[in-house]
């Protein structure tokens, strides 16, 4: 619907376009009259009308001044000046106003009529792109987080390669080359109802929604979606900021946030913040803020670099990691899965009864583990999610290390089933570039180098695969097309030793005779 506001001081004109309007216009409406250039003003901003049809000639302020105050208030209604064939050079100065067009008097009914229709298709395109925008926006403003979690845990936690940051600093508008984490936890506890768990995942729910608008008021930041019990923030920073700064920044932000989380939520909180790192580094800026997260106190902030060291404290067992993961890496599942549980014991041994402890542990191993195994792993996003779900409700502690142990194991066969796929691909790529270029001066770094594999490594995976070594394989194809080259009496030997790669007849003729017991003149006349 469009509003129309009619500004006039004749009862004739007012009437007439009346008419004309509710009689030939579809979907407008006249939503007042104003007959003096003060009340124009007055009945604008309270009725904020689509179309105002001003007269420039009206008592006291003339239409021309209205205009300029309503656009004050106002710059999105249009206006369309009716005025005598005298007045006309005030019409000039509607211009610069803006006003969208102007009518002679007496008016003319087509003329109204297609300059109003022409103005309300301009007033439904607009509204029309604004609600594309709008839309637009609801959608950017549901994607943005998501994407925002994904970067996070993708690019940072998991620690992928970031091949597009041109592309990430474009989505999010900030730069991101370097910054630092900051790990947010809320205090776990078990709910013994189902009340107390609906509880618990509102409370968890109002911490991320309060944290996330609070530490985007005060600095440009990717805020993941809650893990378990915790948030995970990456602040980016200019690269040329001092590190003390930065910390003392990072500090000053965080109380920030903890104040305006104790005066509206219940619960305890703390705070980590590591170190500013580049982007492709981040993962010790996340180790160092969780870390600071579970060597502080409750409502508390704490940098790693403030951290005072307890060597009473019992600590991870990290040469037992490095060890399980040596054994992932040589595909030693039975070793890996030992030291595994090995590692599995220490937690039940200093986490006690503490579950929820051993299923954030155990989901950090698998992170570590997947991130140290340097295998492809062709697994869905999903399909660890599902896995994850079902650790987390997991209700006994002896049922944890089973299920970890089976998903991994699972995951190491892929891992391995994929593996044979992809060398097997391998090798044949190998076989078809050696033999597209058998009768060139070919050698094993040529094709290790097209493989984009080391020479020495390509050199023992190809004699594992083929059963011989590069050079016997090589000639071997070289003296089967030697054979055939020489059933044609018109081809010299020596044309067919450079068409087979040997620029020396006389070595070639030395390889073949070595290969067939007899030399190429001789292989000749027997076959003829």
Same mark, same amino acid.
């Given at each position: 619907m469009i509003r129309v506001l009619i500004a006039d001081d004749e009862h004739l004109s007012i009437d007439y376009l009346k008419l004309i309007i509710e009689k030939n216009i579809e979907d407008a409406e006249i939503?007042?009259?104003?007959?003096?250039?003060?009340?124009?003003?007055?009945?604008?901003?309270?009725?904020?009308?689509?179309?105002?049809?001003?007269?420039?000639k009206m008592p006291g302020i003339n239409g021309i001044e209205a205009i300029k105050e309503i656009r004050k208030t106002n710059v999105n209604i249009n206006f369309i000046i009716t005025t005598a064939y005298e007045y006309f050079d005030y019409a000039k100065d509607a211009v610069n106003l803006g006003v969208y067009d102007y009518l002679l008097k007496p008016l003319n009914k087509v003329k109204l009529i297609d300059t109003f229709n022409n103005l309300k298709n301009l007033i439904e395109e607009r509204r029309k792109s604004l609600q594309n925008e709008v839309l637009l926006r609801e959608k950017m403003n549901k994607i943005i987080p998501r994407m925002e979690s994904q970067f996070v845990y993708t690019h940072i936690v998991n620690e992928r390669k970031?091949?597009?940051?041109?592309?990430?600093?474009?989505?999010?508008?900030?730069?991101?080359?370097?910054?630092?984490?900051?790990?947010?936890?809320?205090?776990?506890?078990?709910?013994?109802?189902?009340?107390?768990?609906?509880?618990?995942?509102i409370l968890m729910h109002e911490f991320y929604d309060l944290f996330n608008m609070t530490i985007k008021k005060y600095t440009h930041?990717?805020?993941?979606?809650?893990?378990?019990?915790?948030?995970?923030?990456?602040?980016?920073?200019?690269?040329?900021?001092?590190?003390?700064?930065?910390?003392?920044?990072?500090? !000053?932000?965080?109380?920030?946030?903890?104040?305006?989380?104790?005066?509206?939520?219940?619960?305890?909180?703390?705070?980590?913040?590591?170190r500013a790192y580049n982007i492709d580094n981040l993962l010790k800026s996340y180790?160092?803020?969780?870390?600071?997260?579970?060597?502080?106190?409750?409502?508390?902030?704490?940098?790693? !670099?403030?951290?005072?060291?307890?060597?009473?404290? !019992?600590?991870?067992?990290?040469?037992?990691?490095?060890?399980?993961?040596?054994?992932?890496?040589?595909?030693?599942?039975?070793?890996?899965?030992?030291?595994?549980?090995e590692i599995f014991t220490w937690m039940i041994i200093n986490y006690k009864d503490d579950i929820d402890k051993i299923k954030s542990k155990l989901i950090e191993l698998l992170i570590v583990i997947k991130r140290n195994i340097p295998y492809k792993i062709n697994e869905s996003d999903y399909k660890e999610q599902i896995f994850i779900m079902k650790l987390l409700k997991t209700k006994e502690v002896n049922e944890l290390m089973p299920n970890f142990s089976t998903y991994i194991k699972q995951m190491l066969l892929d891992i391995n089933n994929n593996r044979e796929k992809q060398l097997e691909g391998?090798?044949?790529?190998?076989?078809?570039?050696?033999?597209?270029?058998?009768?060139?001066?070919v050698s094993l770094r040529d094709?290790?180098?097209?493989?984009?594999?080391?020479?020495?490594?390509?050199?023992?995976?190809f004699k594992e695969s083929i059963g011989k070594n590069f050079v016997d394989y090589v000639t071997d194809i070289r003296m089967s097309k030697a054979k055939e080259l020489l059933e044609n009496?018109?081809?010299?030997?020596?044309?067919?030793?450079?068409?087979?790669?040997?620029?020396?007849?006389?070595?070639?003729?030395?390889?073949?005779?070595?290969?067939?017991?007899?030399?190429?003149?001789?292989?000749?006349?027997?076959s003829v």
């Open positions: 939503i007042a009259i104003a007959k003096s250039g003060r009340e124009a003003i007055e009945k604008s901003i309270s009725h904020s009308p689509d179309i105002v049809f001003m007269d420039i970031i091949r597009d940051l041109d592309f990430y600093e474009s989505i999010f508008d900030m730069k991101l080359y370097k910054g630092y984490i900051m790990v947010a936890t809320l205090e776990e506890y078990k709910a013994k109802s189902k009340e107390e768990n609906y509880h618990k995942n930041c990717l805020v993941g979606q809650p893990l378990l019990d915790r948030i995970i923030v990456y602040v980016p920073v200019e690269k040329e900021l001092d590190e003390y700064l930065i910390r003392n920044i990072a500090i !000053d932000i965080a109380n920030k946030i903890l104040k305006k989380i104790n005066e509206s939520l219940e619960g305890n909180y703390k705070i980590g913040i590591g180790n160092e803020a969780f870390t600071s997260t579970t060597l502080s106190s409750n409502n508390e902030i704490t940098h790693i !670099d403030d951290i005072v060291l307890n060597s009473e404290i !019992d600590e991870y067992p990290l040469d037992k990691e490095k060890t399980m993961i040596k054994y992932f890496i040589s595909r030693d599942i039975d070793g890996a899965i030992k030291v595994l549980e391998i090798i044949i790529e190998a076989i078809e570039f050696i033999k597209e270029n058998y009768n060139k001066n094709v290790a180098k097209n493989l984009n594999m080391s020479y020495h490594y390509f050199s023992k995976f009496e018109d081809y010299s030997i020596k044309a067919i030793s450079f068409d087979i790669g040997y620029n020396d007849p006389n070595y070639f003729s030395k390889i073949f005779k070595k290969y067939f017991g007899m030399s190429p003149t001789e292989f000749r006349q027997n």
